[in-house]
């Protein structure tokens, strides 16, 4: 072995007292499973480069970087411990991924005074990653050492040290070529997130390293967003992702190609890895304007199926941001009529009435949010669309609408159809009660004329004056028309079909949440029950309650009683940590991770699963239990509670669910589901009917 002398040396980042990584306080850095290095206790804030060479990485809250040499060496920089959790607040780092860098050269500051505040410490740690490839080893000094002084000495062997990388034998592995390597083996990529990351990253963001790289790397990607449990992306060559590394990295429960769309399974932390991925790729995750252009169908029925799926591509997309916000506002009304039964709040007082505006806001102003959501899906001016939202819900326009207002007032009738209002002359029918408050299919339609208006009218009109005339025209012109023509059109169609589901729910309760509960799972498999979820929170928010919404919570329940029996008797550690997070999140209402991650993997469990559903759903019908708010599942026990006081819904939601939990859990327990069935684990697409472009933001 001989000396490797680097270009620049190893020089130290920081001033202070030189440390021996064995002694830092952090067992991972300690046991020098990152690699070998040393480290820096600092008494000064200034931070430098340790070597010369190109930045390969640099941590979005700027506590890390990582710096290649001309050598292929790859050097990690930690700045603190722990401090990744102060979201970059002390740092201050002026250089980015692909500089090159002087051994020496000032890169930034790190407030220690701001990180000890935080109770962190601020040891800073210099990493040799692939050092243990090179069969190399580092002898570091200890003491006192200034700014920029010679800090280390390495022994490389001299065939390793300047052997290249090579695609067969790498010299060093890039912090984002880590994936990449690790295809042959899928637990690589595991460790790496589990015991250090070659990146120097941690947790989500070790995490969001692997997948961009398991897809093809940042420059393979069009765009990303996410949803309630997946992030999506949508990739410019989708042969260039290697499936099975992502689908095995810790913290991905399953990859799905729907849509056009490159969809990673991720569950409950799905916002937490959307926002690390964005940090690695850089951008806000907007599609960019080279996205190729859907096939279009050639045949009748191939133009059905696209229109069809089309649409529910659109309400996906409208309705997924808000879905959150909905459950929410389900459960506090659920809380204030508790605190109502119980005495803690009055009806008639003032926090009763503040608390309802609390609950109450995001179902009455849903024409406003959804049209902000809308034109986002279009391609329209979301504040335009949501102004226009606000005239449909403006409280004149609701005071016409409501035969118990004063100066209502019948234009004319035709049929069953009231006109209640008329514009320049032209008589205009607006639903009885609440006008358009609550409802989002005129709202989405607007969006859509609006994404045809918008072109023409900055075509057509000068720049000089477009700022004031475009927004005018539009607000005028889709409002009219909306009002005048498709407002009532839309509702009309929209009322019967929730005529319809009423309709047979009435006709024999018992044996529609029988039939339901069976079945309403198989349409999140298709995307259909997207279709569904706005006639629910139509329901809700019209009539006060749902009880088709009941019928849906049973089977939420009864996917997680699967995944939960699987968690109880499966001895494969993998699967218990797929199956714990998946168990707890249907159990607050969202099914995808227990049926994509397990349920449908292993062929019986979803039938098994369906079928505790259909007893949920049975019993839910024969108890005639009710849903006064939009959450289900066990997180969501205060949507049953009746404003008017407990009631037979309630305790009729408690039966049906344990009933669900315990049907489904029994038979997957004992039919269901055996680890032998993890060597026929197949993989679980989903299923469009038809091609539609991307949906969701």
């Known amino acids: 072995m001989s000396q490797t002398e680097l270009s620049g040396g190893i020089v130290a980042p920081l001033a202070g007292t030189m440390v021996a990584i064995a002694d830092v306080p952090d067992p991972m850095f300690a046991s020098k499973a990152m690699g070998d290095g040393f480290a820096v206790a600092p008494n000064a804030d200034d931070v430098v480069a340790p070597c010369s060479g190109t930045v390969i ?7 890390a ?14 700045m603190g411990i722990d401090t990744v959790e102060l979201e970059g607040a002390p740092f201050s780092m002026h250089v980015d991924v692909d500089d090159r860098v002087e051994a020496g050269q000032p890169l930034g500051r790190m407030d220690l005074a701001a990180v000890e505040i935080a109770g962190k410490s601020t040891m800073t740690m210099v990493i040799f990653l692939n050092l243990a490839q090179k069969k190399g080893s580092v002898e570091a000094a ?25 695609a067969d034998a790498p010299a060093a592995a890039a912090p984002t070529e880590v994936s990449a390597q690790s295809a042959a083996s899928p637990a690589t990529a595991k460790t790496a997130a589990a015991t250090g990351h070659a990146s120097g990253a941690t947790g989500f963001d070790a995490l969001a390293y692997d997948i961009v790289e398991g897809i093809g790397g940042k420059d393979n990607i069009r765009n990303v967003v996410h949803c309630i449990t997946r992030v999506r992306f949508t990739l410019k060559d989708t042969e260039a992702a290697n499936d099975d590394l992502v689908k095995n990295l810790d913290g991905v429960i399953d990859v799905i190609k729907a849509g056009g769309q490159y969809q990673v399974v991720i569950g409950p932390a799905v916002e937490d890895v959307y926002d690390a991925v964005v940090g690695v790729i850089g951008g806000t995750g907007e599609a960019s304007p080279d996205d190729e252009p859907v096939e279009r169908p050639t045949t009748v029925v191939g133009w059905f199926q696209f229109g069809f799926s089309s649409l529910i591509g659109v309400i996906t997309g409208s309705m997924i941001p808000v879905i959150g916000l909905l459950a929410a506002s389900g459960i506090l009304k659920g809380i204030l009529a508790l605190l109502t039964q119980f005495g803690v709040v009055a009806s008639d007082s003032s926090t009763y009435a503040l608390i309802d505006a609390m609950s109450s806001s995001m179902f009455y102003f849903l024409p406003i949010i959804i049209g902000f959501t809308a034109a986002r899906r279009f391609g329209s001016d979301p504040i335009i669309v949501a102004i226009i939202g606000g005239v449909l819900v403006f409280p004149s326009v609701v005071s016409m609408s409501d035969p ?25 029918a607006l639903p009885q009660g609440n006008a358009y408050a609550y409802s989002i299919f005129p709202i989405i339609v607007a969006a859509y004329l609006a994404s045809l208006l ?7 009109i000068p720049a000089v004056v477009r700022m004031i005339f475009a927004p005018l025209l539009e607000v005028f012109i889709i409002s009219t028309v909306m009002l005048v023509v498709f407002g009532p059109i839309i509702m009309t169609i929209s009322g019967g079909i929730a005529n319809g589901i009423n309709g047979v729910l009435e006709v024999n309760y018992a044996i529609a949440g029988l039939i339901i509960g069976a079945l309403y799972q198989c349409l999140v498999i298709f995307g259909l029950h997207w279709a569904v979820i706005p006639l629910v929170a139509s329901q809700i928010a019209i009539d006060g309650s749902s009880p088709l919404n009941a019928i849906i919570s049973a089977t939420m329940v ?17 699967i218990k940590t797929l199956a714990g997070p998946a168990t707890i999140s249907a159990f607050c209402g969202i099914t995808e ?6 349920n449908l993997k292993y062929g019986r469990v979803f039938i098994t699963a369906s079928a505790g559903g259909a007893v ?3 019993l839910t019908g024969l108890m005639d239990v009710n849903m006064y708010g939009f959450t289900g599942a066990f997180v969501g026990f205060p949507s049953f509670v009746n404003p008017a006081g407990l009631d037979h819904s309630f305790f009729g939601f408690l039966i049906a669910s344990t009933a669900a939990l315990v049907v489904s859990f029994t038979l997957t327990y004992f039919f269901g589901y055996s680890d032998d069935d993890l060597e026929t684990e197949r993989a679980v697409k989903k299923v469009r009917l038809g091609k539609r472009e991307p949906a969701g933001v």
Do not use: C
């Open 142 to 166: 200890t003491g006192p050492i200034g700014l920029g002084e010679r800090a280390a000495t390495l022994d490389i062997p001299e065939q390793d040290a300047a052997a290249p990388a090579t």
């Open 57 to 63: 990485m640099v941590a979005k809250t700027a506590h």
């Open 454 to 460: 918008e072109p023409q009218l900055k075509k057509h």
């Open 404 to 428: 118990e207002a004063d100066g209502y007032t019948v234009v004319s009738q035709l049929g069953n159809t009231i006109f209640n209002a008329d514009f320049f002359g032209i008589p205009v």
């Open 616 to 618: 949920g759903g049975f």
């Open 558 to 574: 009864a996917q997680g009683g699967g995944a939960l029996a699987i968690w109880i008797r499966t001895r494969s550690q993998k």
């Open 593 to 598: 991770p227990a049926m994509y991650g397990l």
């Open 65 to 78: 970087f990582g710096i290649r040499t001309d050598d292929g060496l790859e050097v990690l920089v930690h």
